[in-house]
């Protein structure tokens, strides 16, 4: 898995000279804000973001560009002396694109001196824990990208147990405290408020060799019935379709991934039939299909690429093992290229004590293959980090930003006049608005609660849908409830000319969560309790609604 993430790609370090357009233009590919007037704070909202959220993370020149930028707003009096908020938010933007570069020195220099700028707001607990904690990761990044590990992971550890239900903060902390090695893999709370990320603590478990635990989580949730289809136009629908894109590609990806890891936890458990019907089931996804000849040979480009094709070779390996067969485990195990882990020391170990069947007597002659492991070195985890920036530039909030919480809230009064009273699902609503809150009973049981609010800072938002959850789950007289599946995403402004997209604006963030409410504390692993969420948020969002 962590071979998969690696292969998105590593930024350029090279800092080529870039020719600075018109003020506007510098401050927007800077930070992406509109530049400042004379008079106001120089927080003037978001500016035309085609040349700048995108880009900047897509790009190989894209953080070199926004140094370029920064650089130049920051010379002479182009930000005035009374504007030290948007000074300290272009110095973070600097910072961000130097730890994106691989400058940790340089990234640590504006960090510092963004916080000087804001020395004045450190009484104000909005913007702590919006924009200081923000620096504050930063600063974790850098030191990790320093070799100081140790620091790095104090700090995420303070920056999760400041904001334990902001989904980009747990992120980017867990991923800290993985590499300082205080924790490997996601962490509990983490696979709390985001489920896809369960999937990861198993590849985690088989990685250390946890097989049997990693097999029980895999039962849990449900990963043993059979995988998705990857056959022809149905798979180009689903990965491609409303909701699909790059998110579901990536957890199409992360799936397989994750099944060919307990091929292998059955193998080595001793689990012969069941890791075999898994392995088979997954070779059978790289042949193409039968539908569109084009998408079927893409897909089948796709799982047989090494990220994806080795984790299944190495349940193979395992298993020919298992049954005796060691030219066929050394073959396998000769012509992959397998990382570093407990999976593969498991496999070295399991081929030296392989006894050959008397068919197979020749197996005798056959000695383990050195394998060609790829172990991340210390450039390769650094160059990991990089891609931590960029998620940490989420805004400074105010108390103001918290009015959009009760605003946004449904008529509940209003919404239940003549319906059906039933386990107060009837709170729903289902009140049909642009922005705000909405929440619809499903078919199965479970509760959506969506939430689009106008600004946008994802770590409000998230906490916000999170509050209203709780809210649902306490009125249905529910003392628990579990996030099953969750949708972030920024929402934009698009023009377009002729068809084809020449800016976009952000204009929010929004939220949807599907959960279920449960009496049962023993019902998950994954539950969260109501009130302790309505207690840990509510003070913050109640008091100034």
């Known amino acids: 898995m962590r071979r998969m993430i690696l292969l998105a790609g590593a930024l350029a370090l090279a800092v080529p000279q870039v020719a600075l357009a018109g003020d506007s233009e510098d401050f927007a590919g800077c930070d992406g804000m509109r530049k400042p007037k004379r008079d106001e704070d120089g927080m003037r909202g978001m500016a035309n973001q085609t040349d700048y959220g995108r880009l900047r993370i897509s790009h190989e020149g894209a953080p070199a560009r926004v140094i370029a930028y920064c650089t130049g707003v920051l010379q002479g009096d182009r930000i005035r002396d009374h ?90 902390a867990n991923q800290l405290e993985n590499f300082a090695e205080v924790e490997y893999g996601p962490s509990h709370g983490l696979m709390k408020i985001h489920p896809s990320v369960r999937q990861q ?6 990685a250390r060799g946890e097989f049997a635990a990693a097999i029980a989580q895999g039962e849990e949730e449900g990963l043993f019935a059979a995988p998705p289809t990857a056959e022809g136009e149905a798979a180009l629908a689903a990965l491609l379709g409303e909701g699909g894109g790059e998110r579901a590609l990536l957890n199409f990806v992360s799936d397989i991934v994750t099944r060919a890891h307990l091929a292998y936890a059955l193998a080595a458990t001793g689990e012969l039939d069941r890791a075999q019907s898994l392995v088979e089931q997954l070779r059978a996804m790289q042949d193409p299909g039968s539908g569109n000849a084009a998408v079927a040979n893409v897909m089948a480009v796709l799982l047989k690429s090494e990220p994806m094709n ?218 969260l309790n109501a009130v302790g969420v309505i207690d840990s948020l509510g003070p913050l969002y109640y008091e100034e609604a």
């Open 83 to 172: 504007q030290s908020l948007r000074r300290a938010h272009v110095l973070r933007a600097r910072a961000a694109a130097y730890i994106q570069t691989g400058a940790p020195a340089h990234a640590l220099g504006d960090i510092a001196e963004a916080r000087l700028n804001v020395a004045d707001r450190s009484d104000d607990p909005f913007f702590q824990r919006s924009m200081g904690l923000s620096l504050d990761l930063l600063e974790a990044v850098a030191l990790a990208q320093s070799g100081d590990a140790e620091r790095a992971g104090e700090i995420a550890r303070a920056a999760k147990a400041e904001r334990p239900y902001a989904l980009q903060v747990q992120l980017v």
């Open 201 to 206: 603590s198993i590849t985690s478990l088989v």
């Open 310 to 527: 080795n984790p299944i070779a190495l349940a193979e390996a395992r298993l020919a093992i298992a049954t005796g067969d060691a030219s066929r485990a050394a073959a396998l195990m000769a012509a992959s290229n397998f990382g570093e882990s407990a999976m593969t020391r498991d496999l070295q170990a399991a081929f030296s004590e392989l006894e050959p069947s008397q068919e197979n007597a020749a197996d005798t002659q056959i000695a383990a293959p050195e394998l060609r492991v790829s172990s991340p070195d210390m450039q390769r985890s650094t160059d990991h980090l990089r891609r931590l920036a960029y998620p940490l530039l989420f805004p400074p909030e105010t108390v103001r930003s918290v009015i959009d919480y009760e605003r946004s809230r449904p008529n509940i009064l209003g919404a239940v006049v003549g319906g059906v009273l039933t386990m107060g699902t009837s709170l729903l609503g289902g009140i049909d608005r642009l922005a705000g809150f909405r929440s619809t009973a499903n078919e199965d049981g479970t509760i959506t609660v969506e939430f689009a609010g106008d600004t946008i800072s994802g770590p409000m938002v998230q906490e916000m849908t999170l509050l209203r959850a709780a809210e649902l789950a306490s009125e249905a007289e529910m003392p628990y409830f579990e996030i099953v599946q969750r949708q972030d995403s920024m929402r934009y402004m698009v023009q377009t000319q002729y068809g084809v997209e020449i800016n976009r604006v952000p204009t929010g963030f929004k939220t949807v969560l599907v959960v279920r409410f449960h009496e049962d504390a023993e019902a998950s692993d994954f539950l």
